[in-house]
């Protein structure tokens, strides 16, 4: 059906997920703790932090929004992007990334369980829609920046069997299962990447920005990854999406000092622009903002009596025509954005 005549019935059945679906609630929360106890281990130190202008638009002028595991939040009065200030230290976040308990925990007890419904759920849509947007690149070389447990790669190597597919990892372990898996793969930061200047045609990003200390010079060190006229596809979480902005500082999205930047629609645009890429597209094709805020809700939060009402006694038809238009309209939390570096330097 059209867009903007709204979705069929079977259309909208499929757009609500699950988070059960992807994520073991009960497993979910043990990491959070975790994270929490991390916090005191890693980040007691003053000196370990530090201020930081928007992230998206390097202003300095912002209103404190709430406090979560002793990280302040701010929303930036220019662009509306909600940041951590003070942050961790770009050499303090590497060593928790590196050595926390927390990170064991998501790579040896969180993510495995699960990987094989986030294969079917997440990664082999999001390489059919690649396949599908970027046909030109089928030969091409592409890049995931952050390429974890390789799914990405192996879903889109299933459509582009002639790609020459490059794992960027700094993980030693995620690293040599990639390579167990075929992949080349570049043992290393993205920010840290040497040599691979103008090699690649396609890179893929996905849930990292929120992670990074300076988002600016990761996005400016894939510009300089890419050919001219390359691509870059990305994904993160929108600040100004439906259930981050209902259940606030109780949403389980927040957890610092792992998810320090929330940009929105109109800051991403922002900040990749200011690195010099073309915005070709930006959208929010969320389907589990309205199962997060049930899932709040189950747990004993407390949120507007009208959603509650929605939340509460509202069908699955409801709740998925809602969730159908929360994507439509740019207001779910999970946003992509698609972008080309130019094909000539101005």
Not at 218 to 239: D, H, I, S, W, Y
Not at 316 to 333: I, P, V, Y
């Amino acid at each position: 059906s059209d867009p903007e005549e709204g979705l069929t019935v079977a259309e909208e059945a499929k757009v609500l997920m699950r988070e059960e679906e992807i994520r073991n609630r009960a497993i979910f929360t043990r990491y959070l703790e975790l994270v929490q106890v991390d916090v005191t281990t890693y980040f007691a130190d003053a000196t370990q932090r530090e201020p930081v202008p928007c992230p998206a638009c390097q202003g300095r002028e912002g209103e404190p929004a709430f406090a979560k595991t002793g990280f302040q939040y701010v929303r930036c009065h220019g662009c509306r992007t909600l940041f951590v200030t003070p942050r961790p230290t770009q050499a303090a976040l590497r060593a928790y990334y590196r050595d926390a308990p927390s990170t064991r925990y998501w790579v040896e007890e969180f993510f495995p369980p699960v990987a094989e419904a986030r294969r079917l759920k997440v990664f082999r849509p999001r390489a059919a829609e690649a396949a599908a947007r970027f046909p030109e690149y089928a030969r091409g070389r592409i890049g995931d920046l952050g390429a974890g447990f390789g799914l990405f790669l192996e879903e889109l190597g299933a459509f582009w069997p002639d790609a020459a597919l490059v794992a960027i990892e700094p993980s030693p372990e995620m690293a040599r299962l990639c390579r167990s898996k075929g992949f080349e793969v570049l043992e290393s930061l993205v920010e840290d990447l040497r040599g691979q200047e103008g090699r690649f045609d396609l890179l893929v990003s996905f849930e990292l920005l929120e992670h990074l200390h300076t988002p600016d010079v990761f996005l400016a060190q894939a510009r300089r990854l890419l050919r001219p006229g390359g691509r870059l596809m990305v994904t993160t979480l929108n600040g100004e999406g439906f259930d981050l902005q209902l259940l606030g500082g109780r949403a389980k999205s927040f957890f610092p000092p792992n998810h320090i930047n929330f940009l929105n629609p109109r800051s991403l645009a922002h900040l990749v622009d200011r690195v010099g890429f073309v915005v070709e597209e930006v959208c929010t094709p969320g389907r589990l903002d309205v199962d997060l805020v049930e899932g709040a809700v189950q747990e004993g939060a407390a949120i507007d009596p009208f959603w509650m009402t929605v939340i509460r006694d509202g069908t699955d038809a409801c709740k998925a025509e809602f969730q159908a238009w929360l994507t439509r309209h740019g207001l779910s939390s999970h946003m992509r954005l698609i972008a080309r570096k130019p094909p000539r330097e101005p």
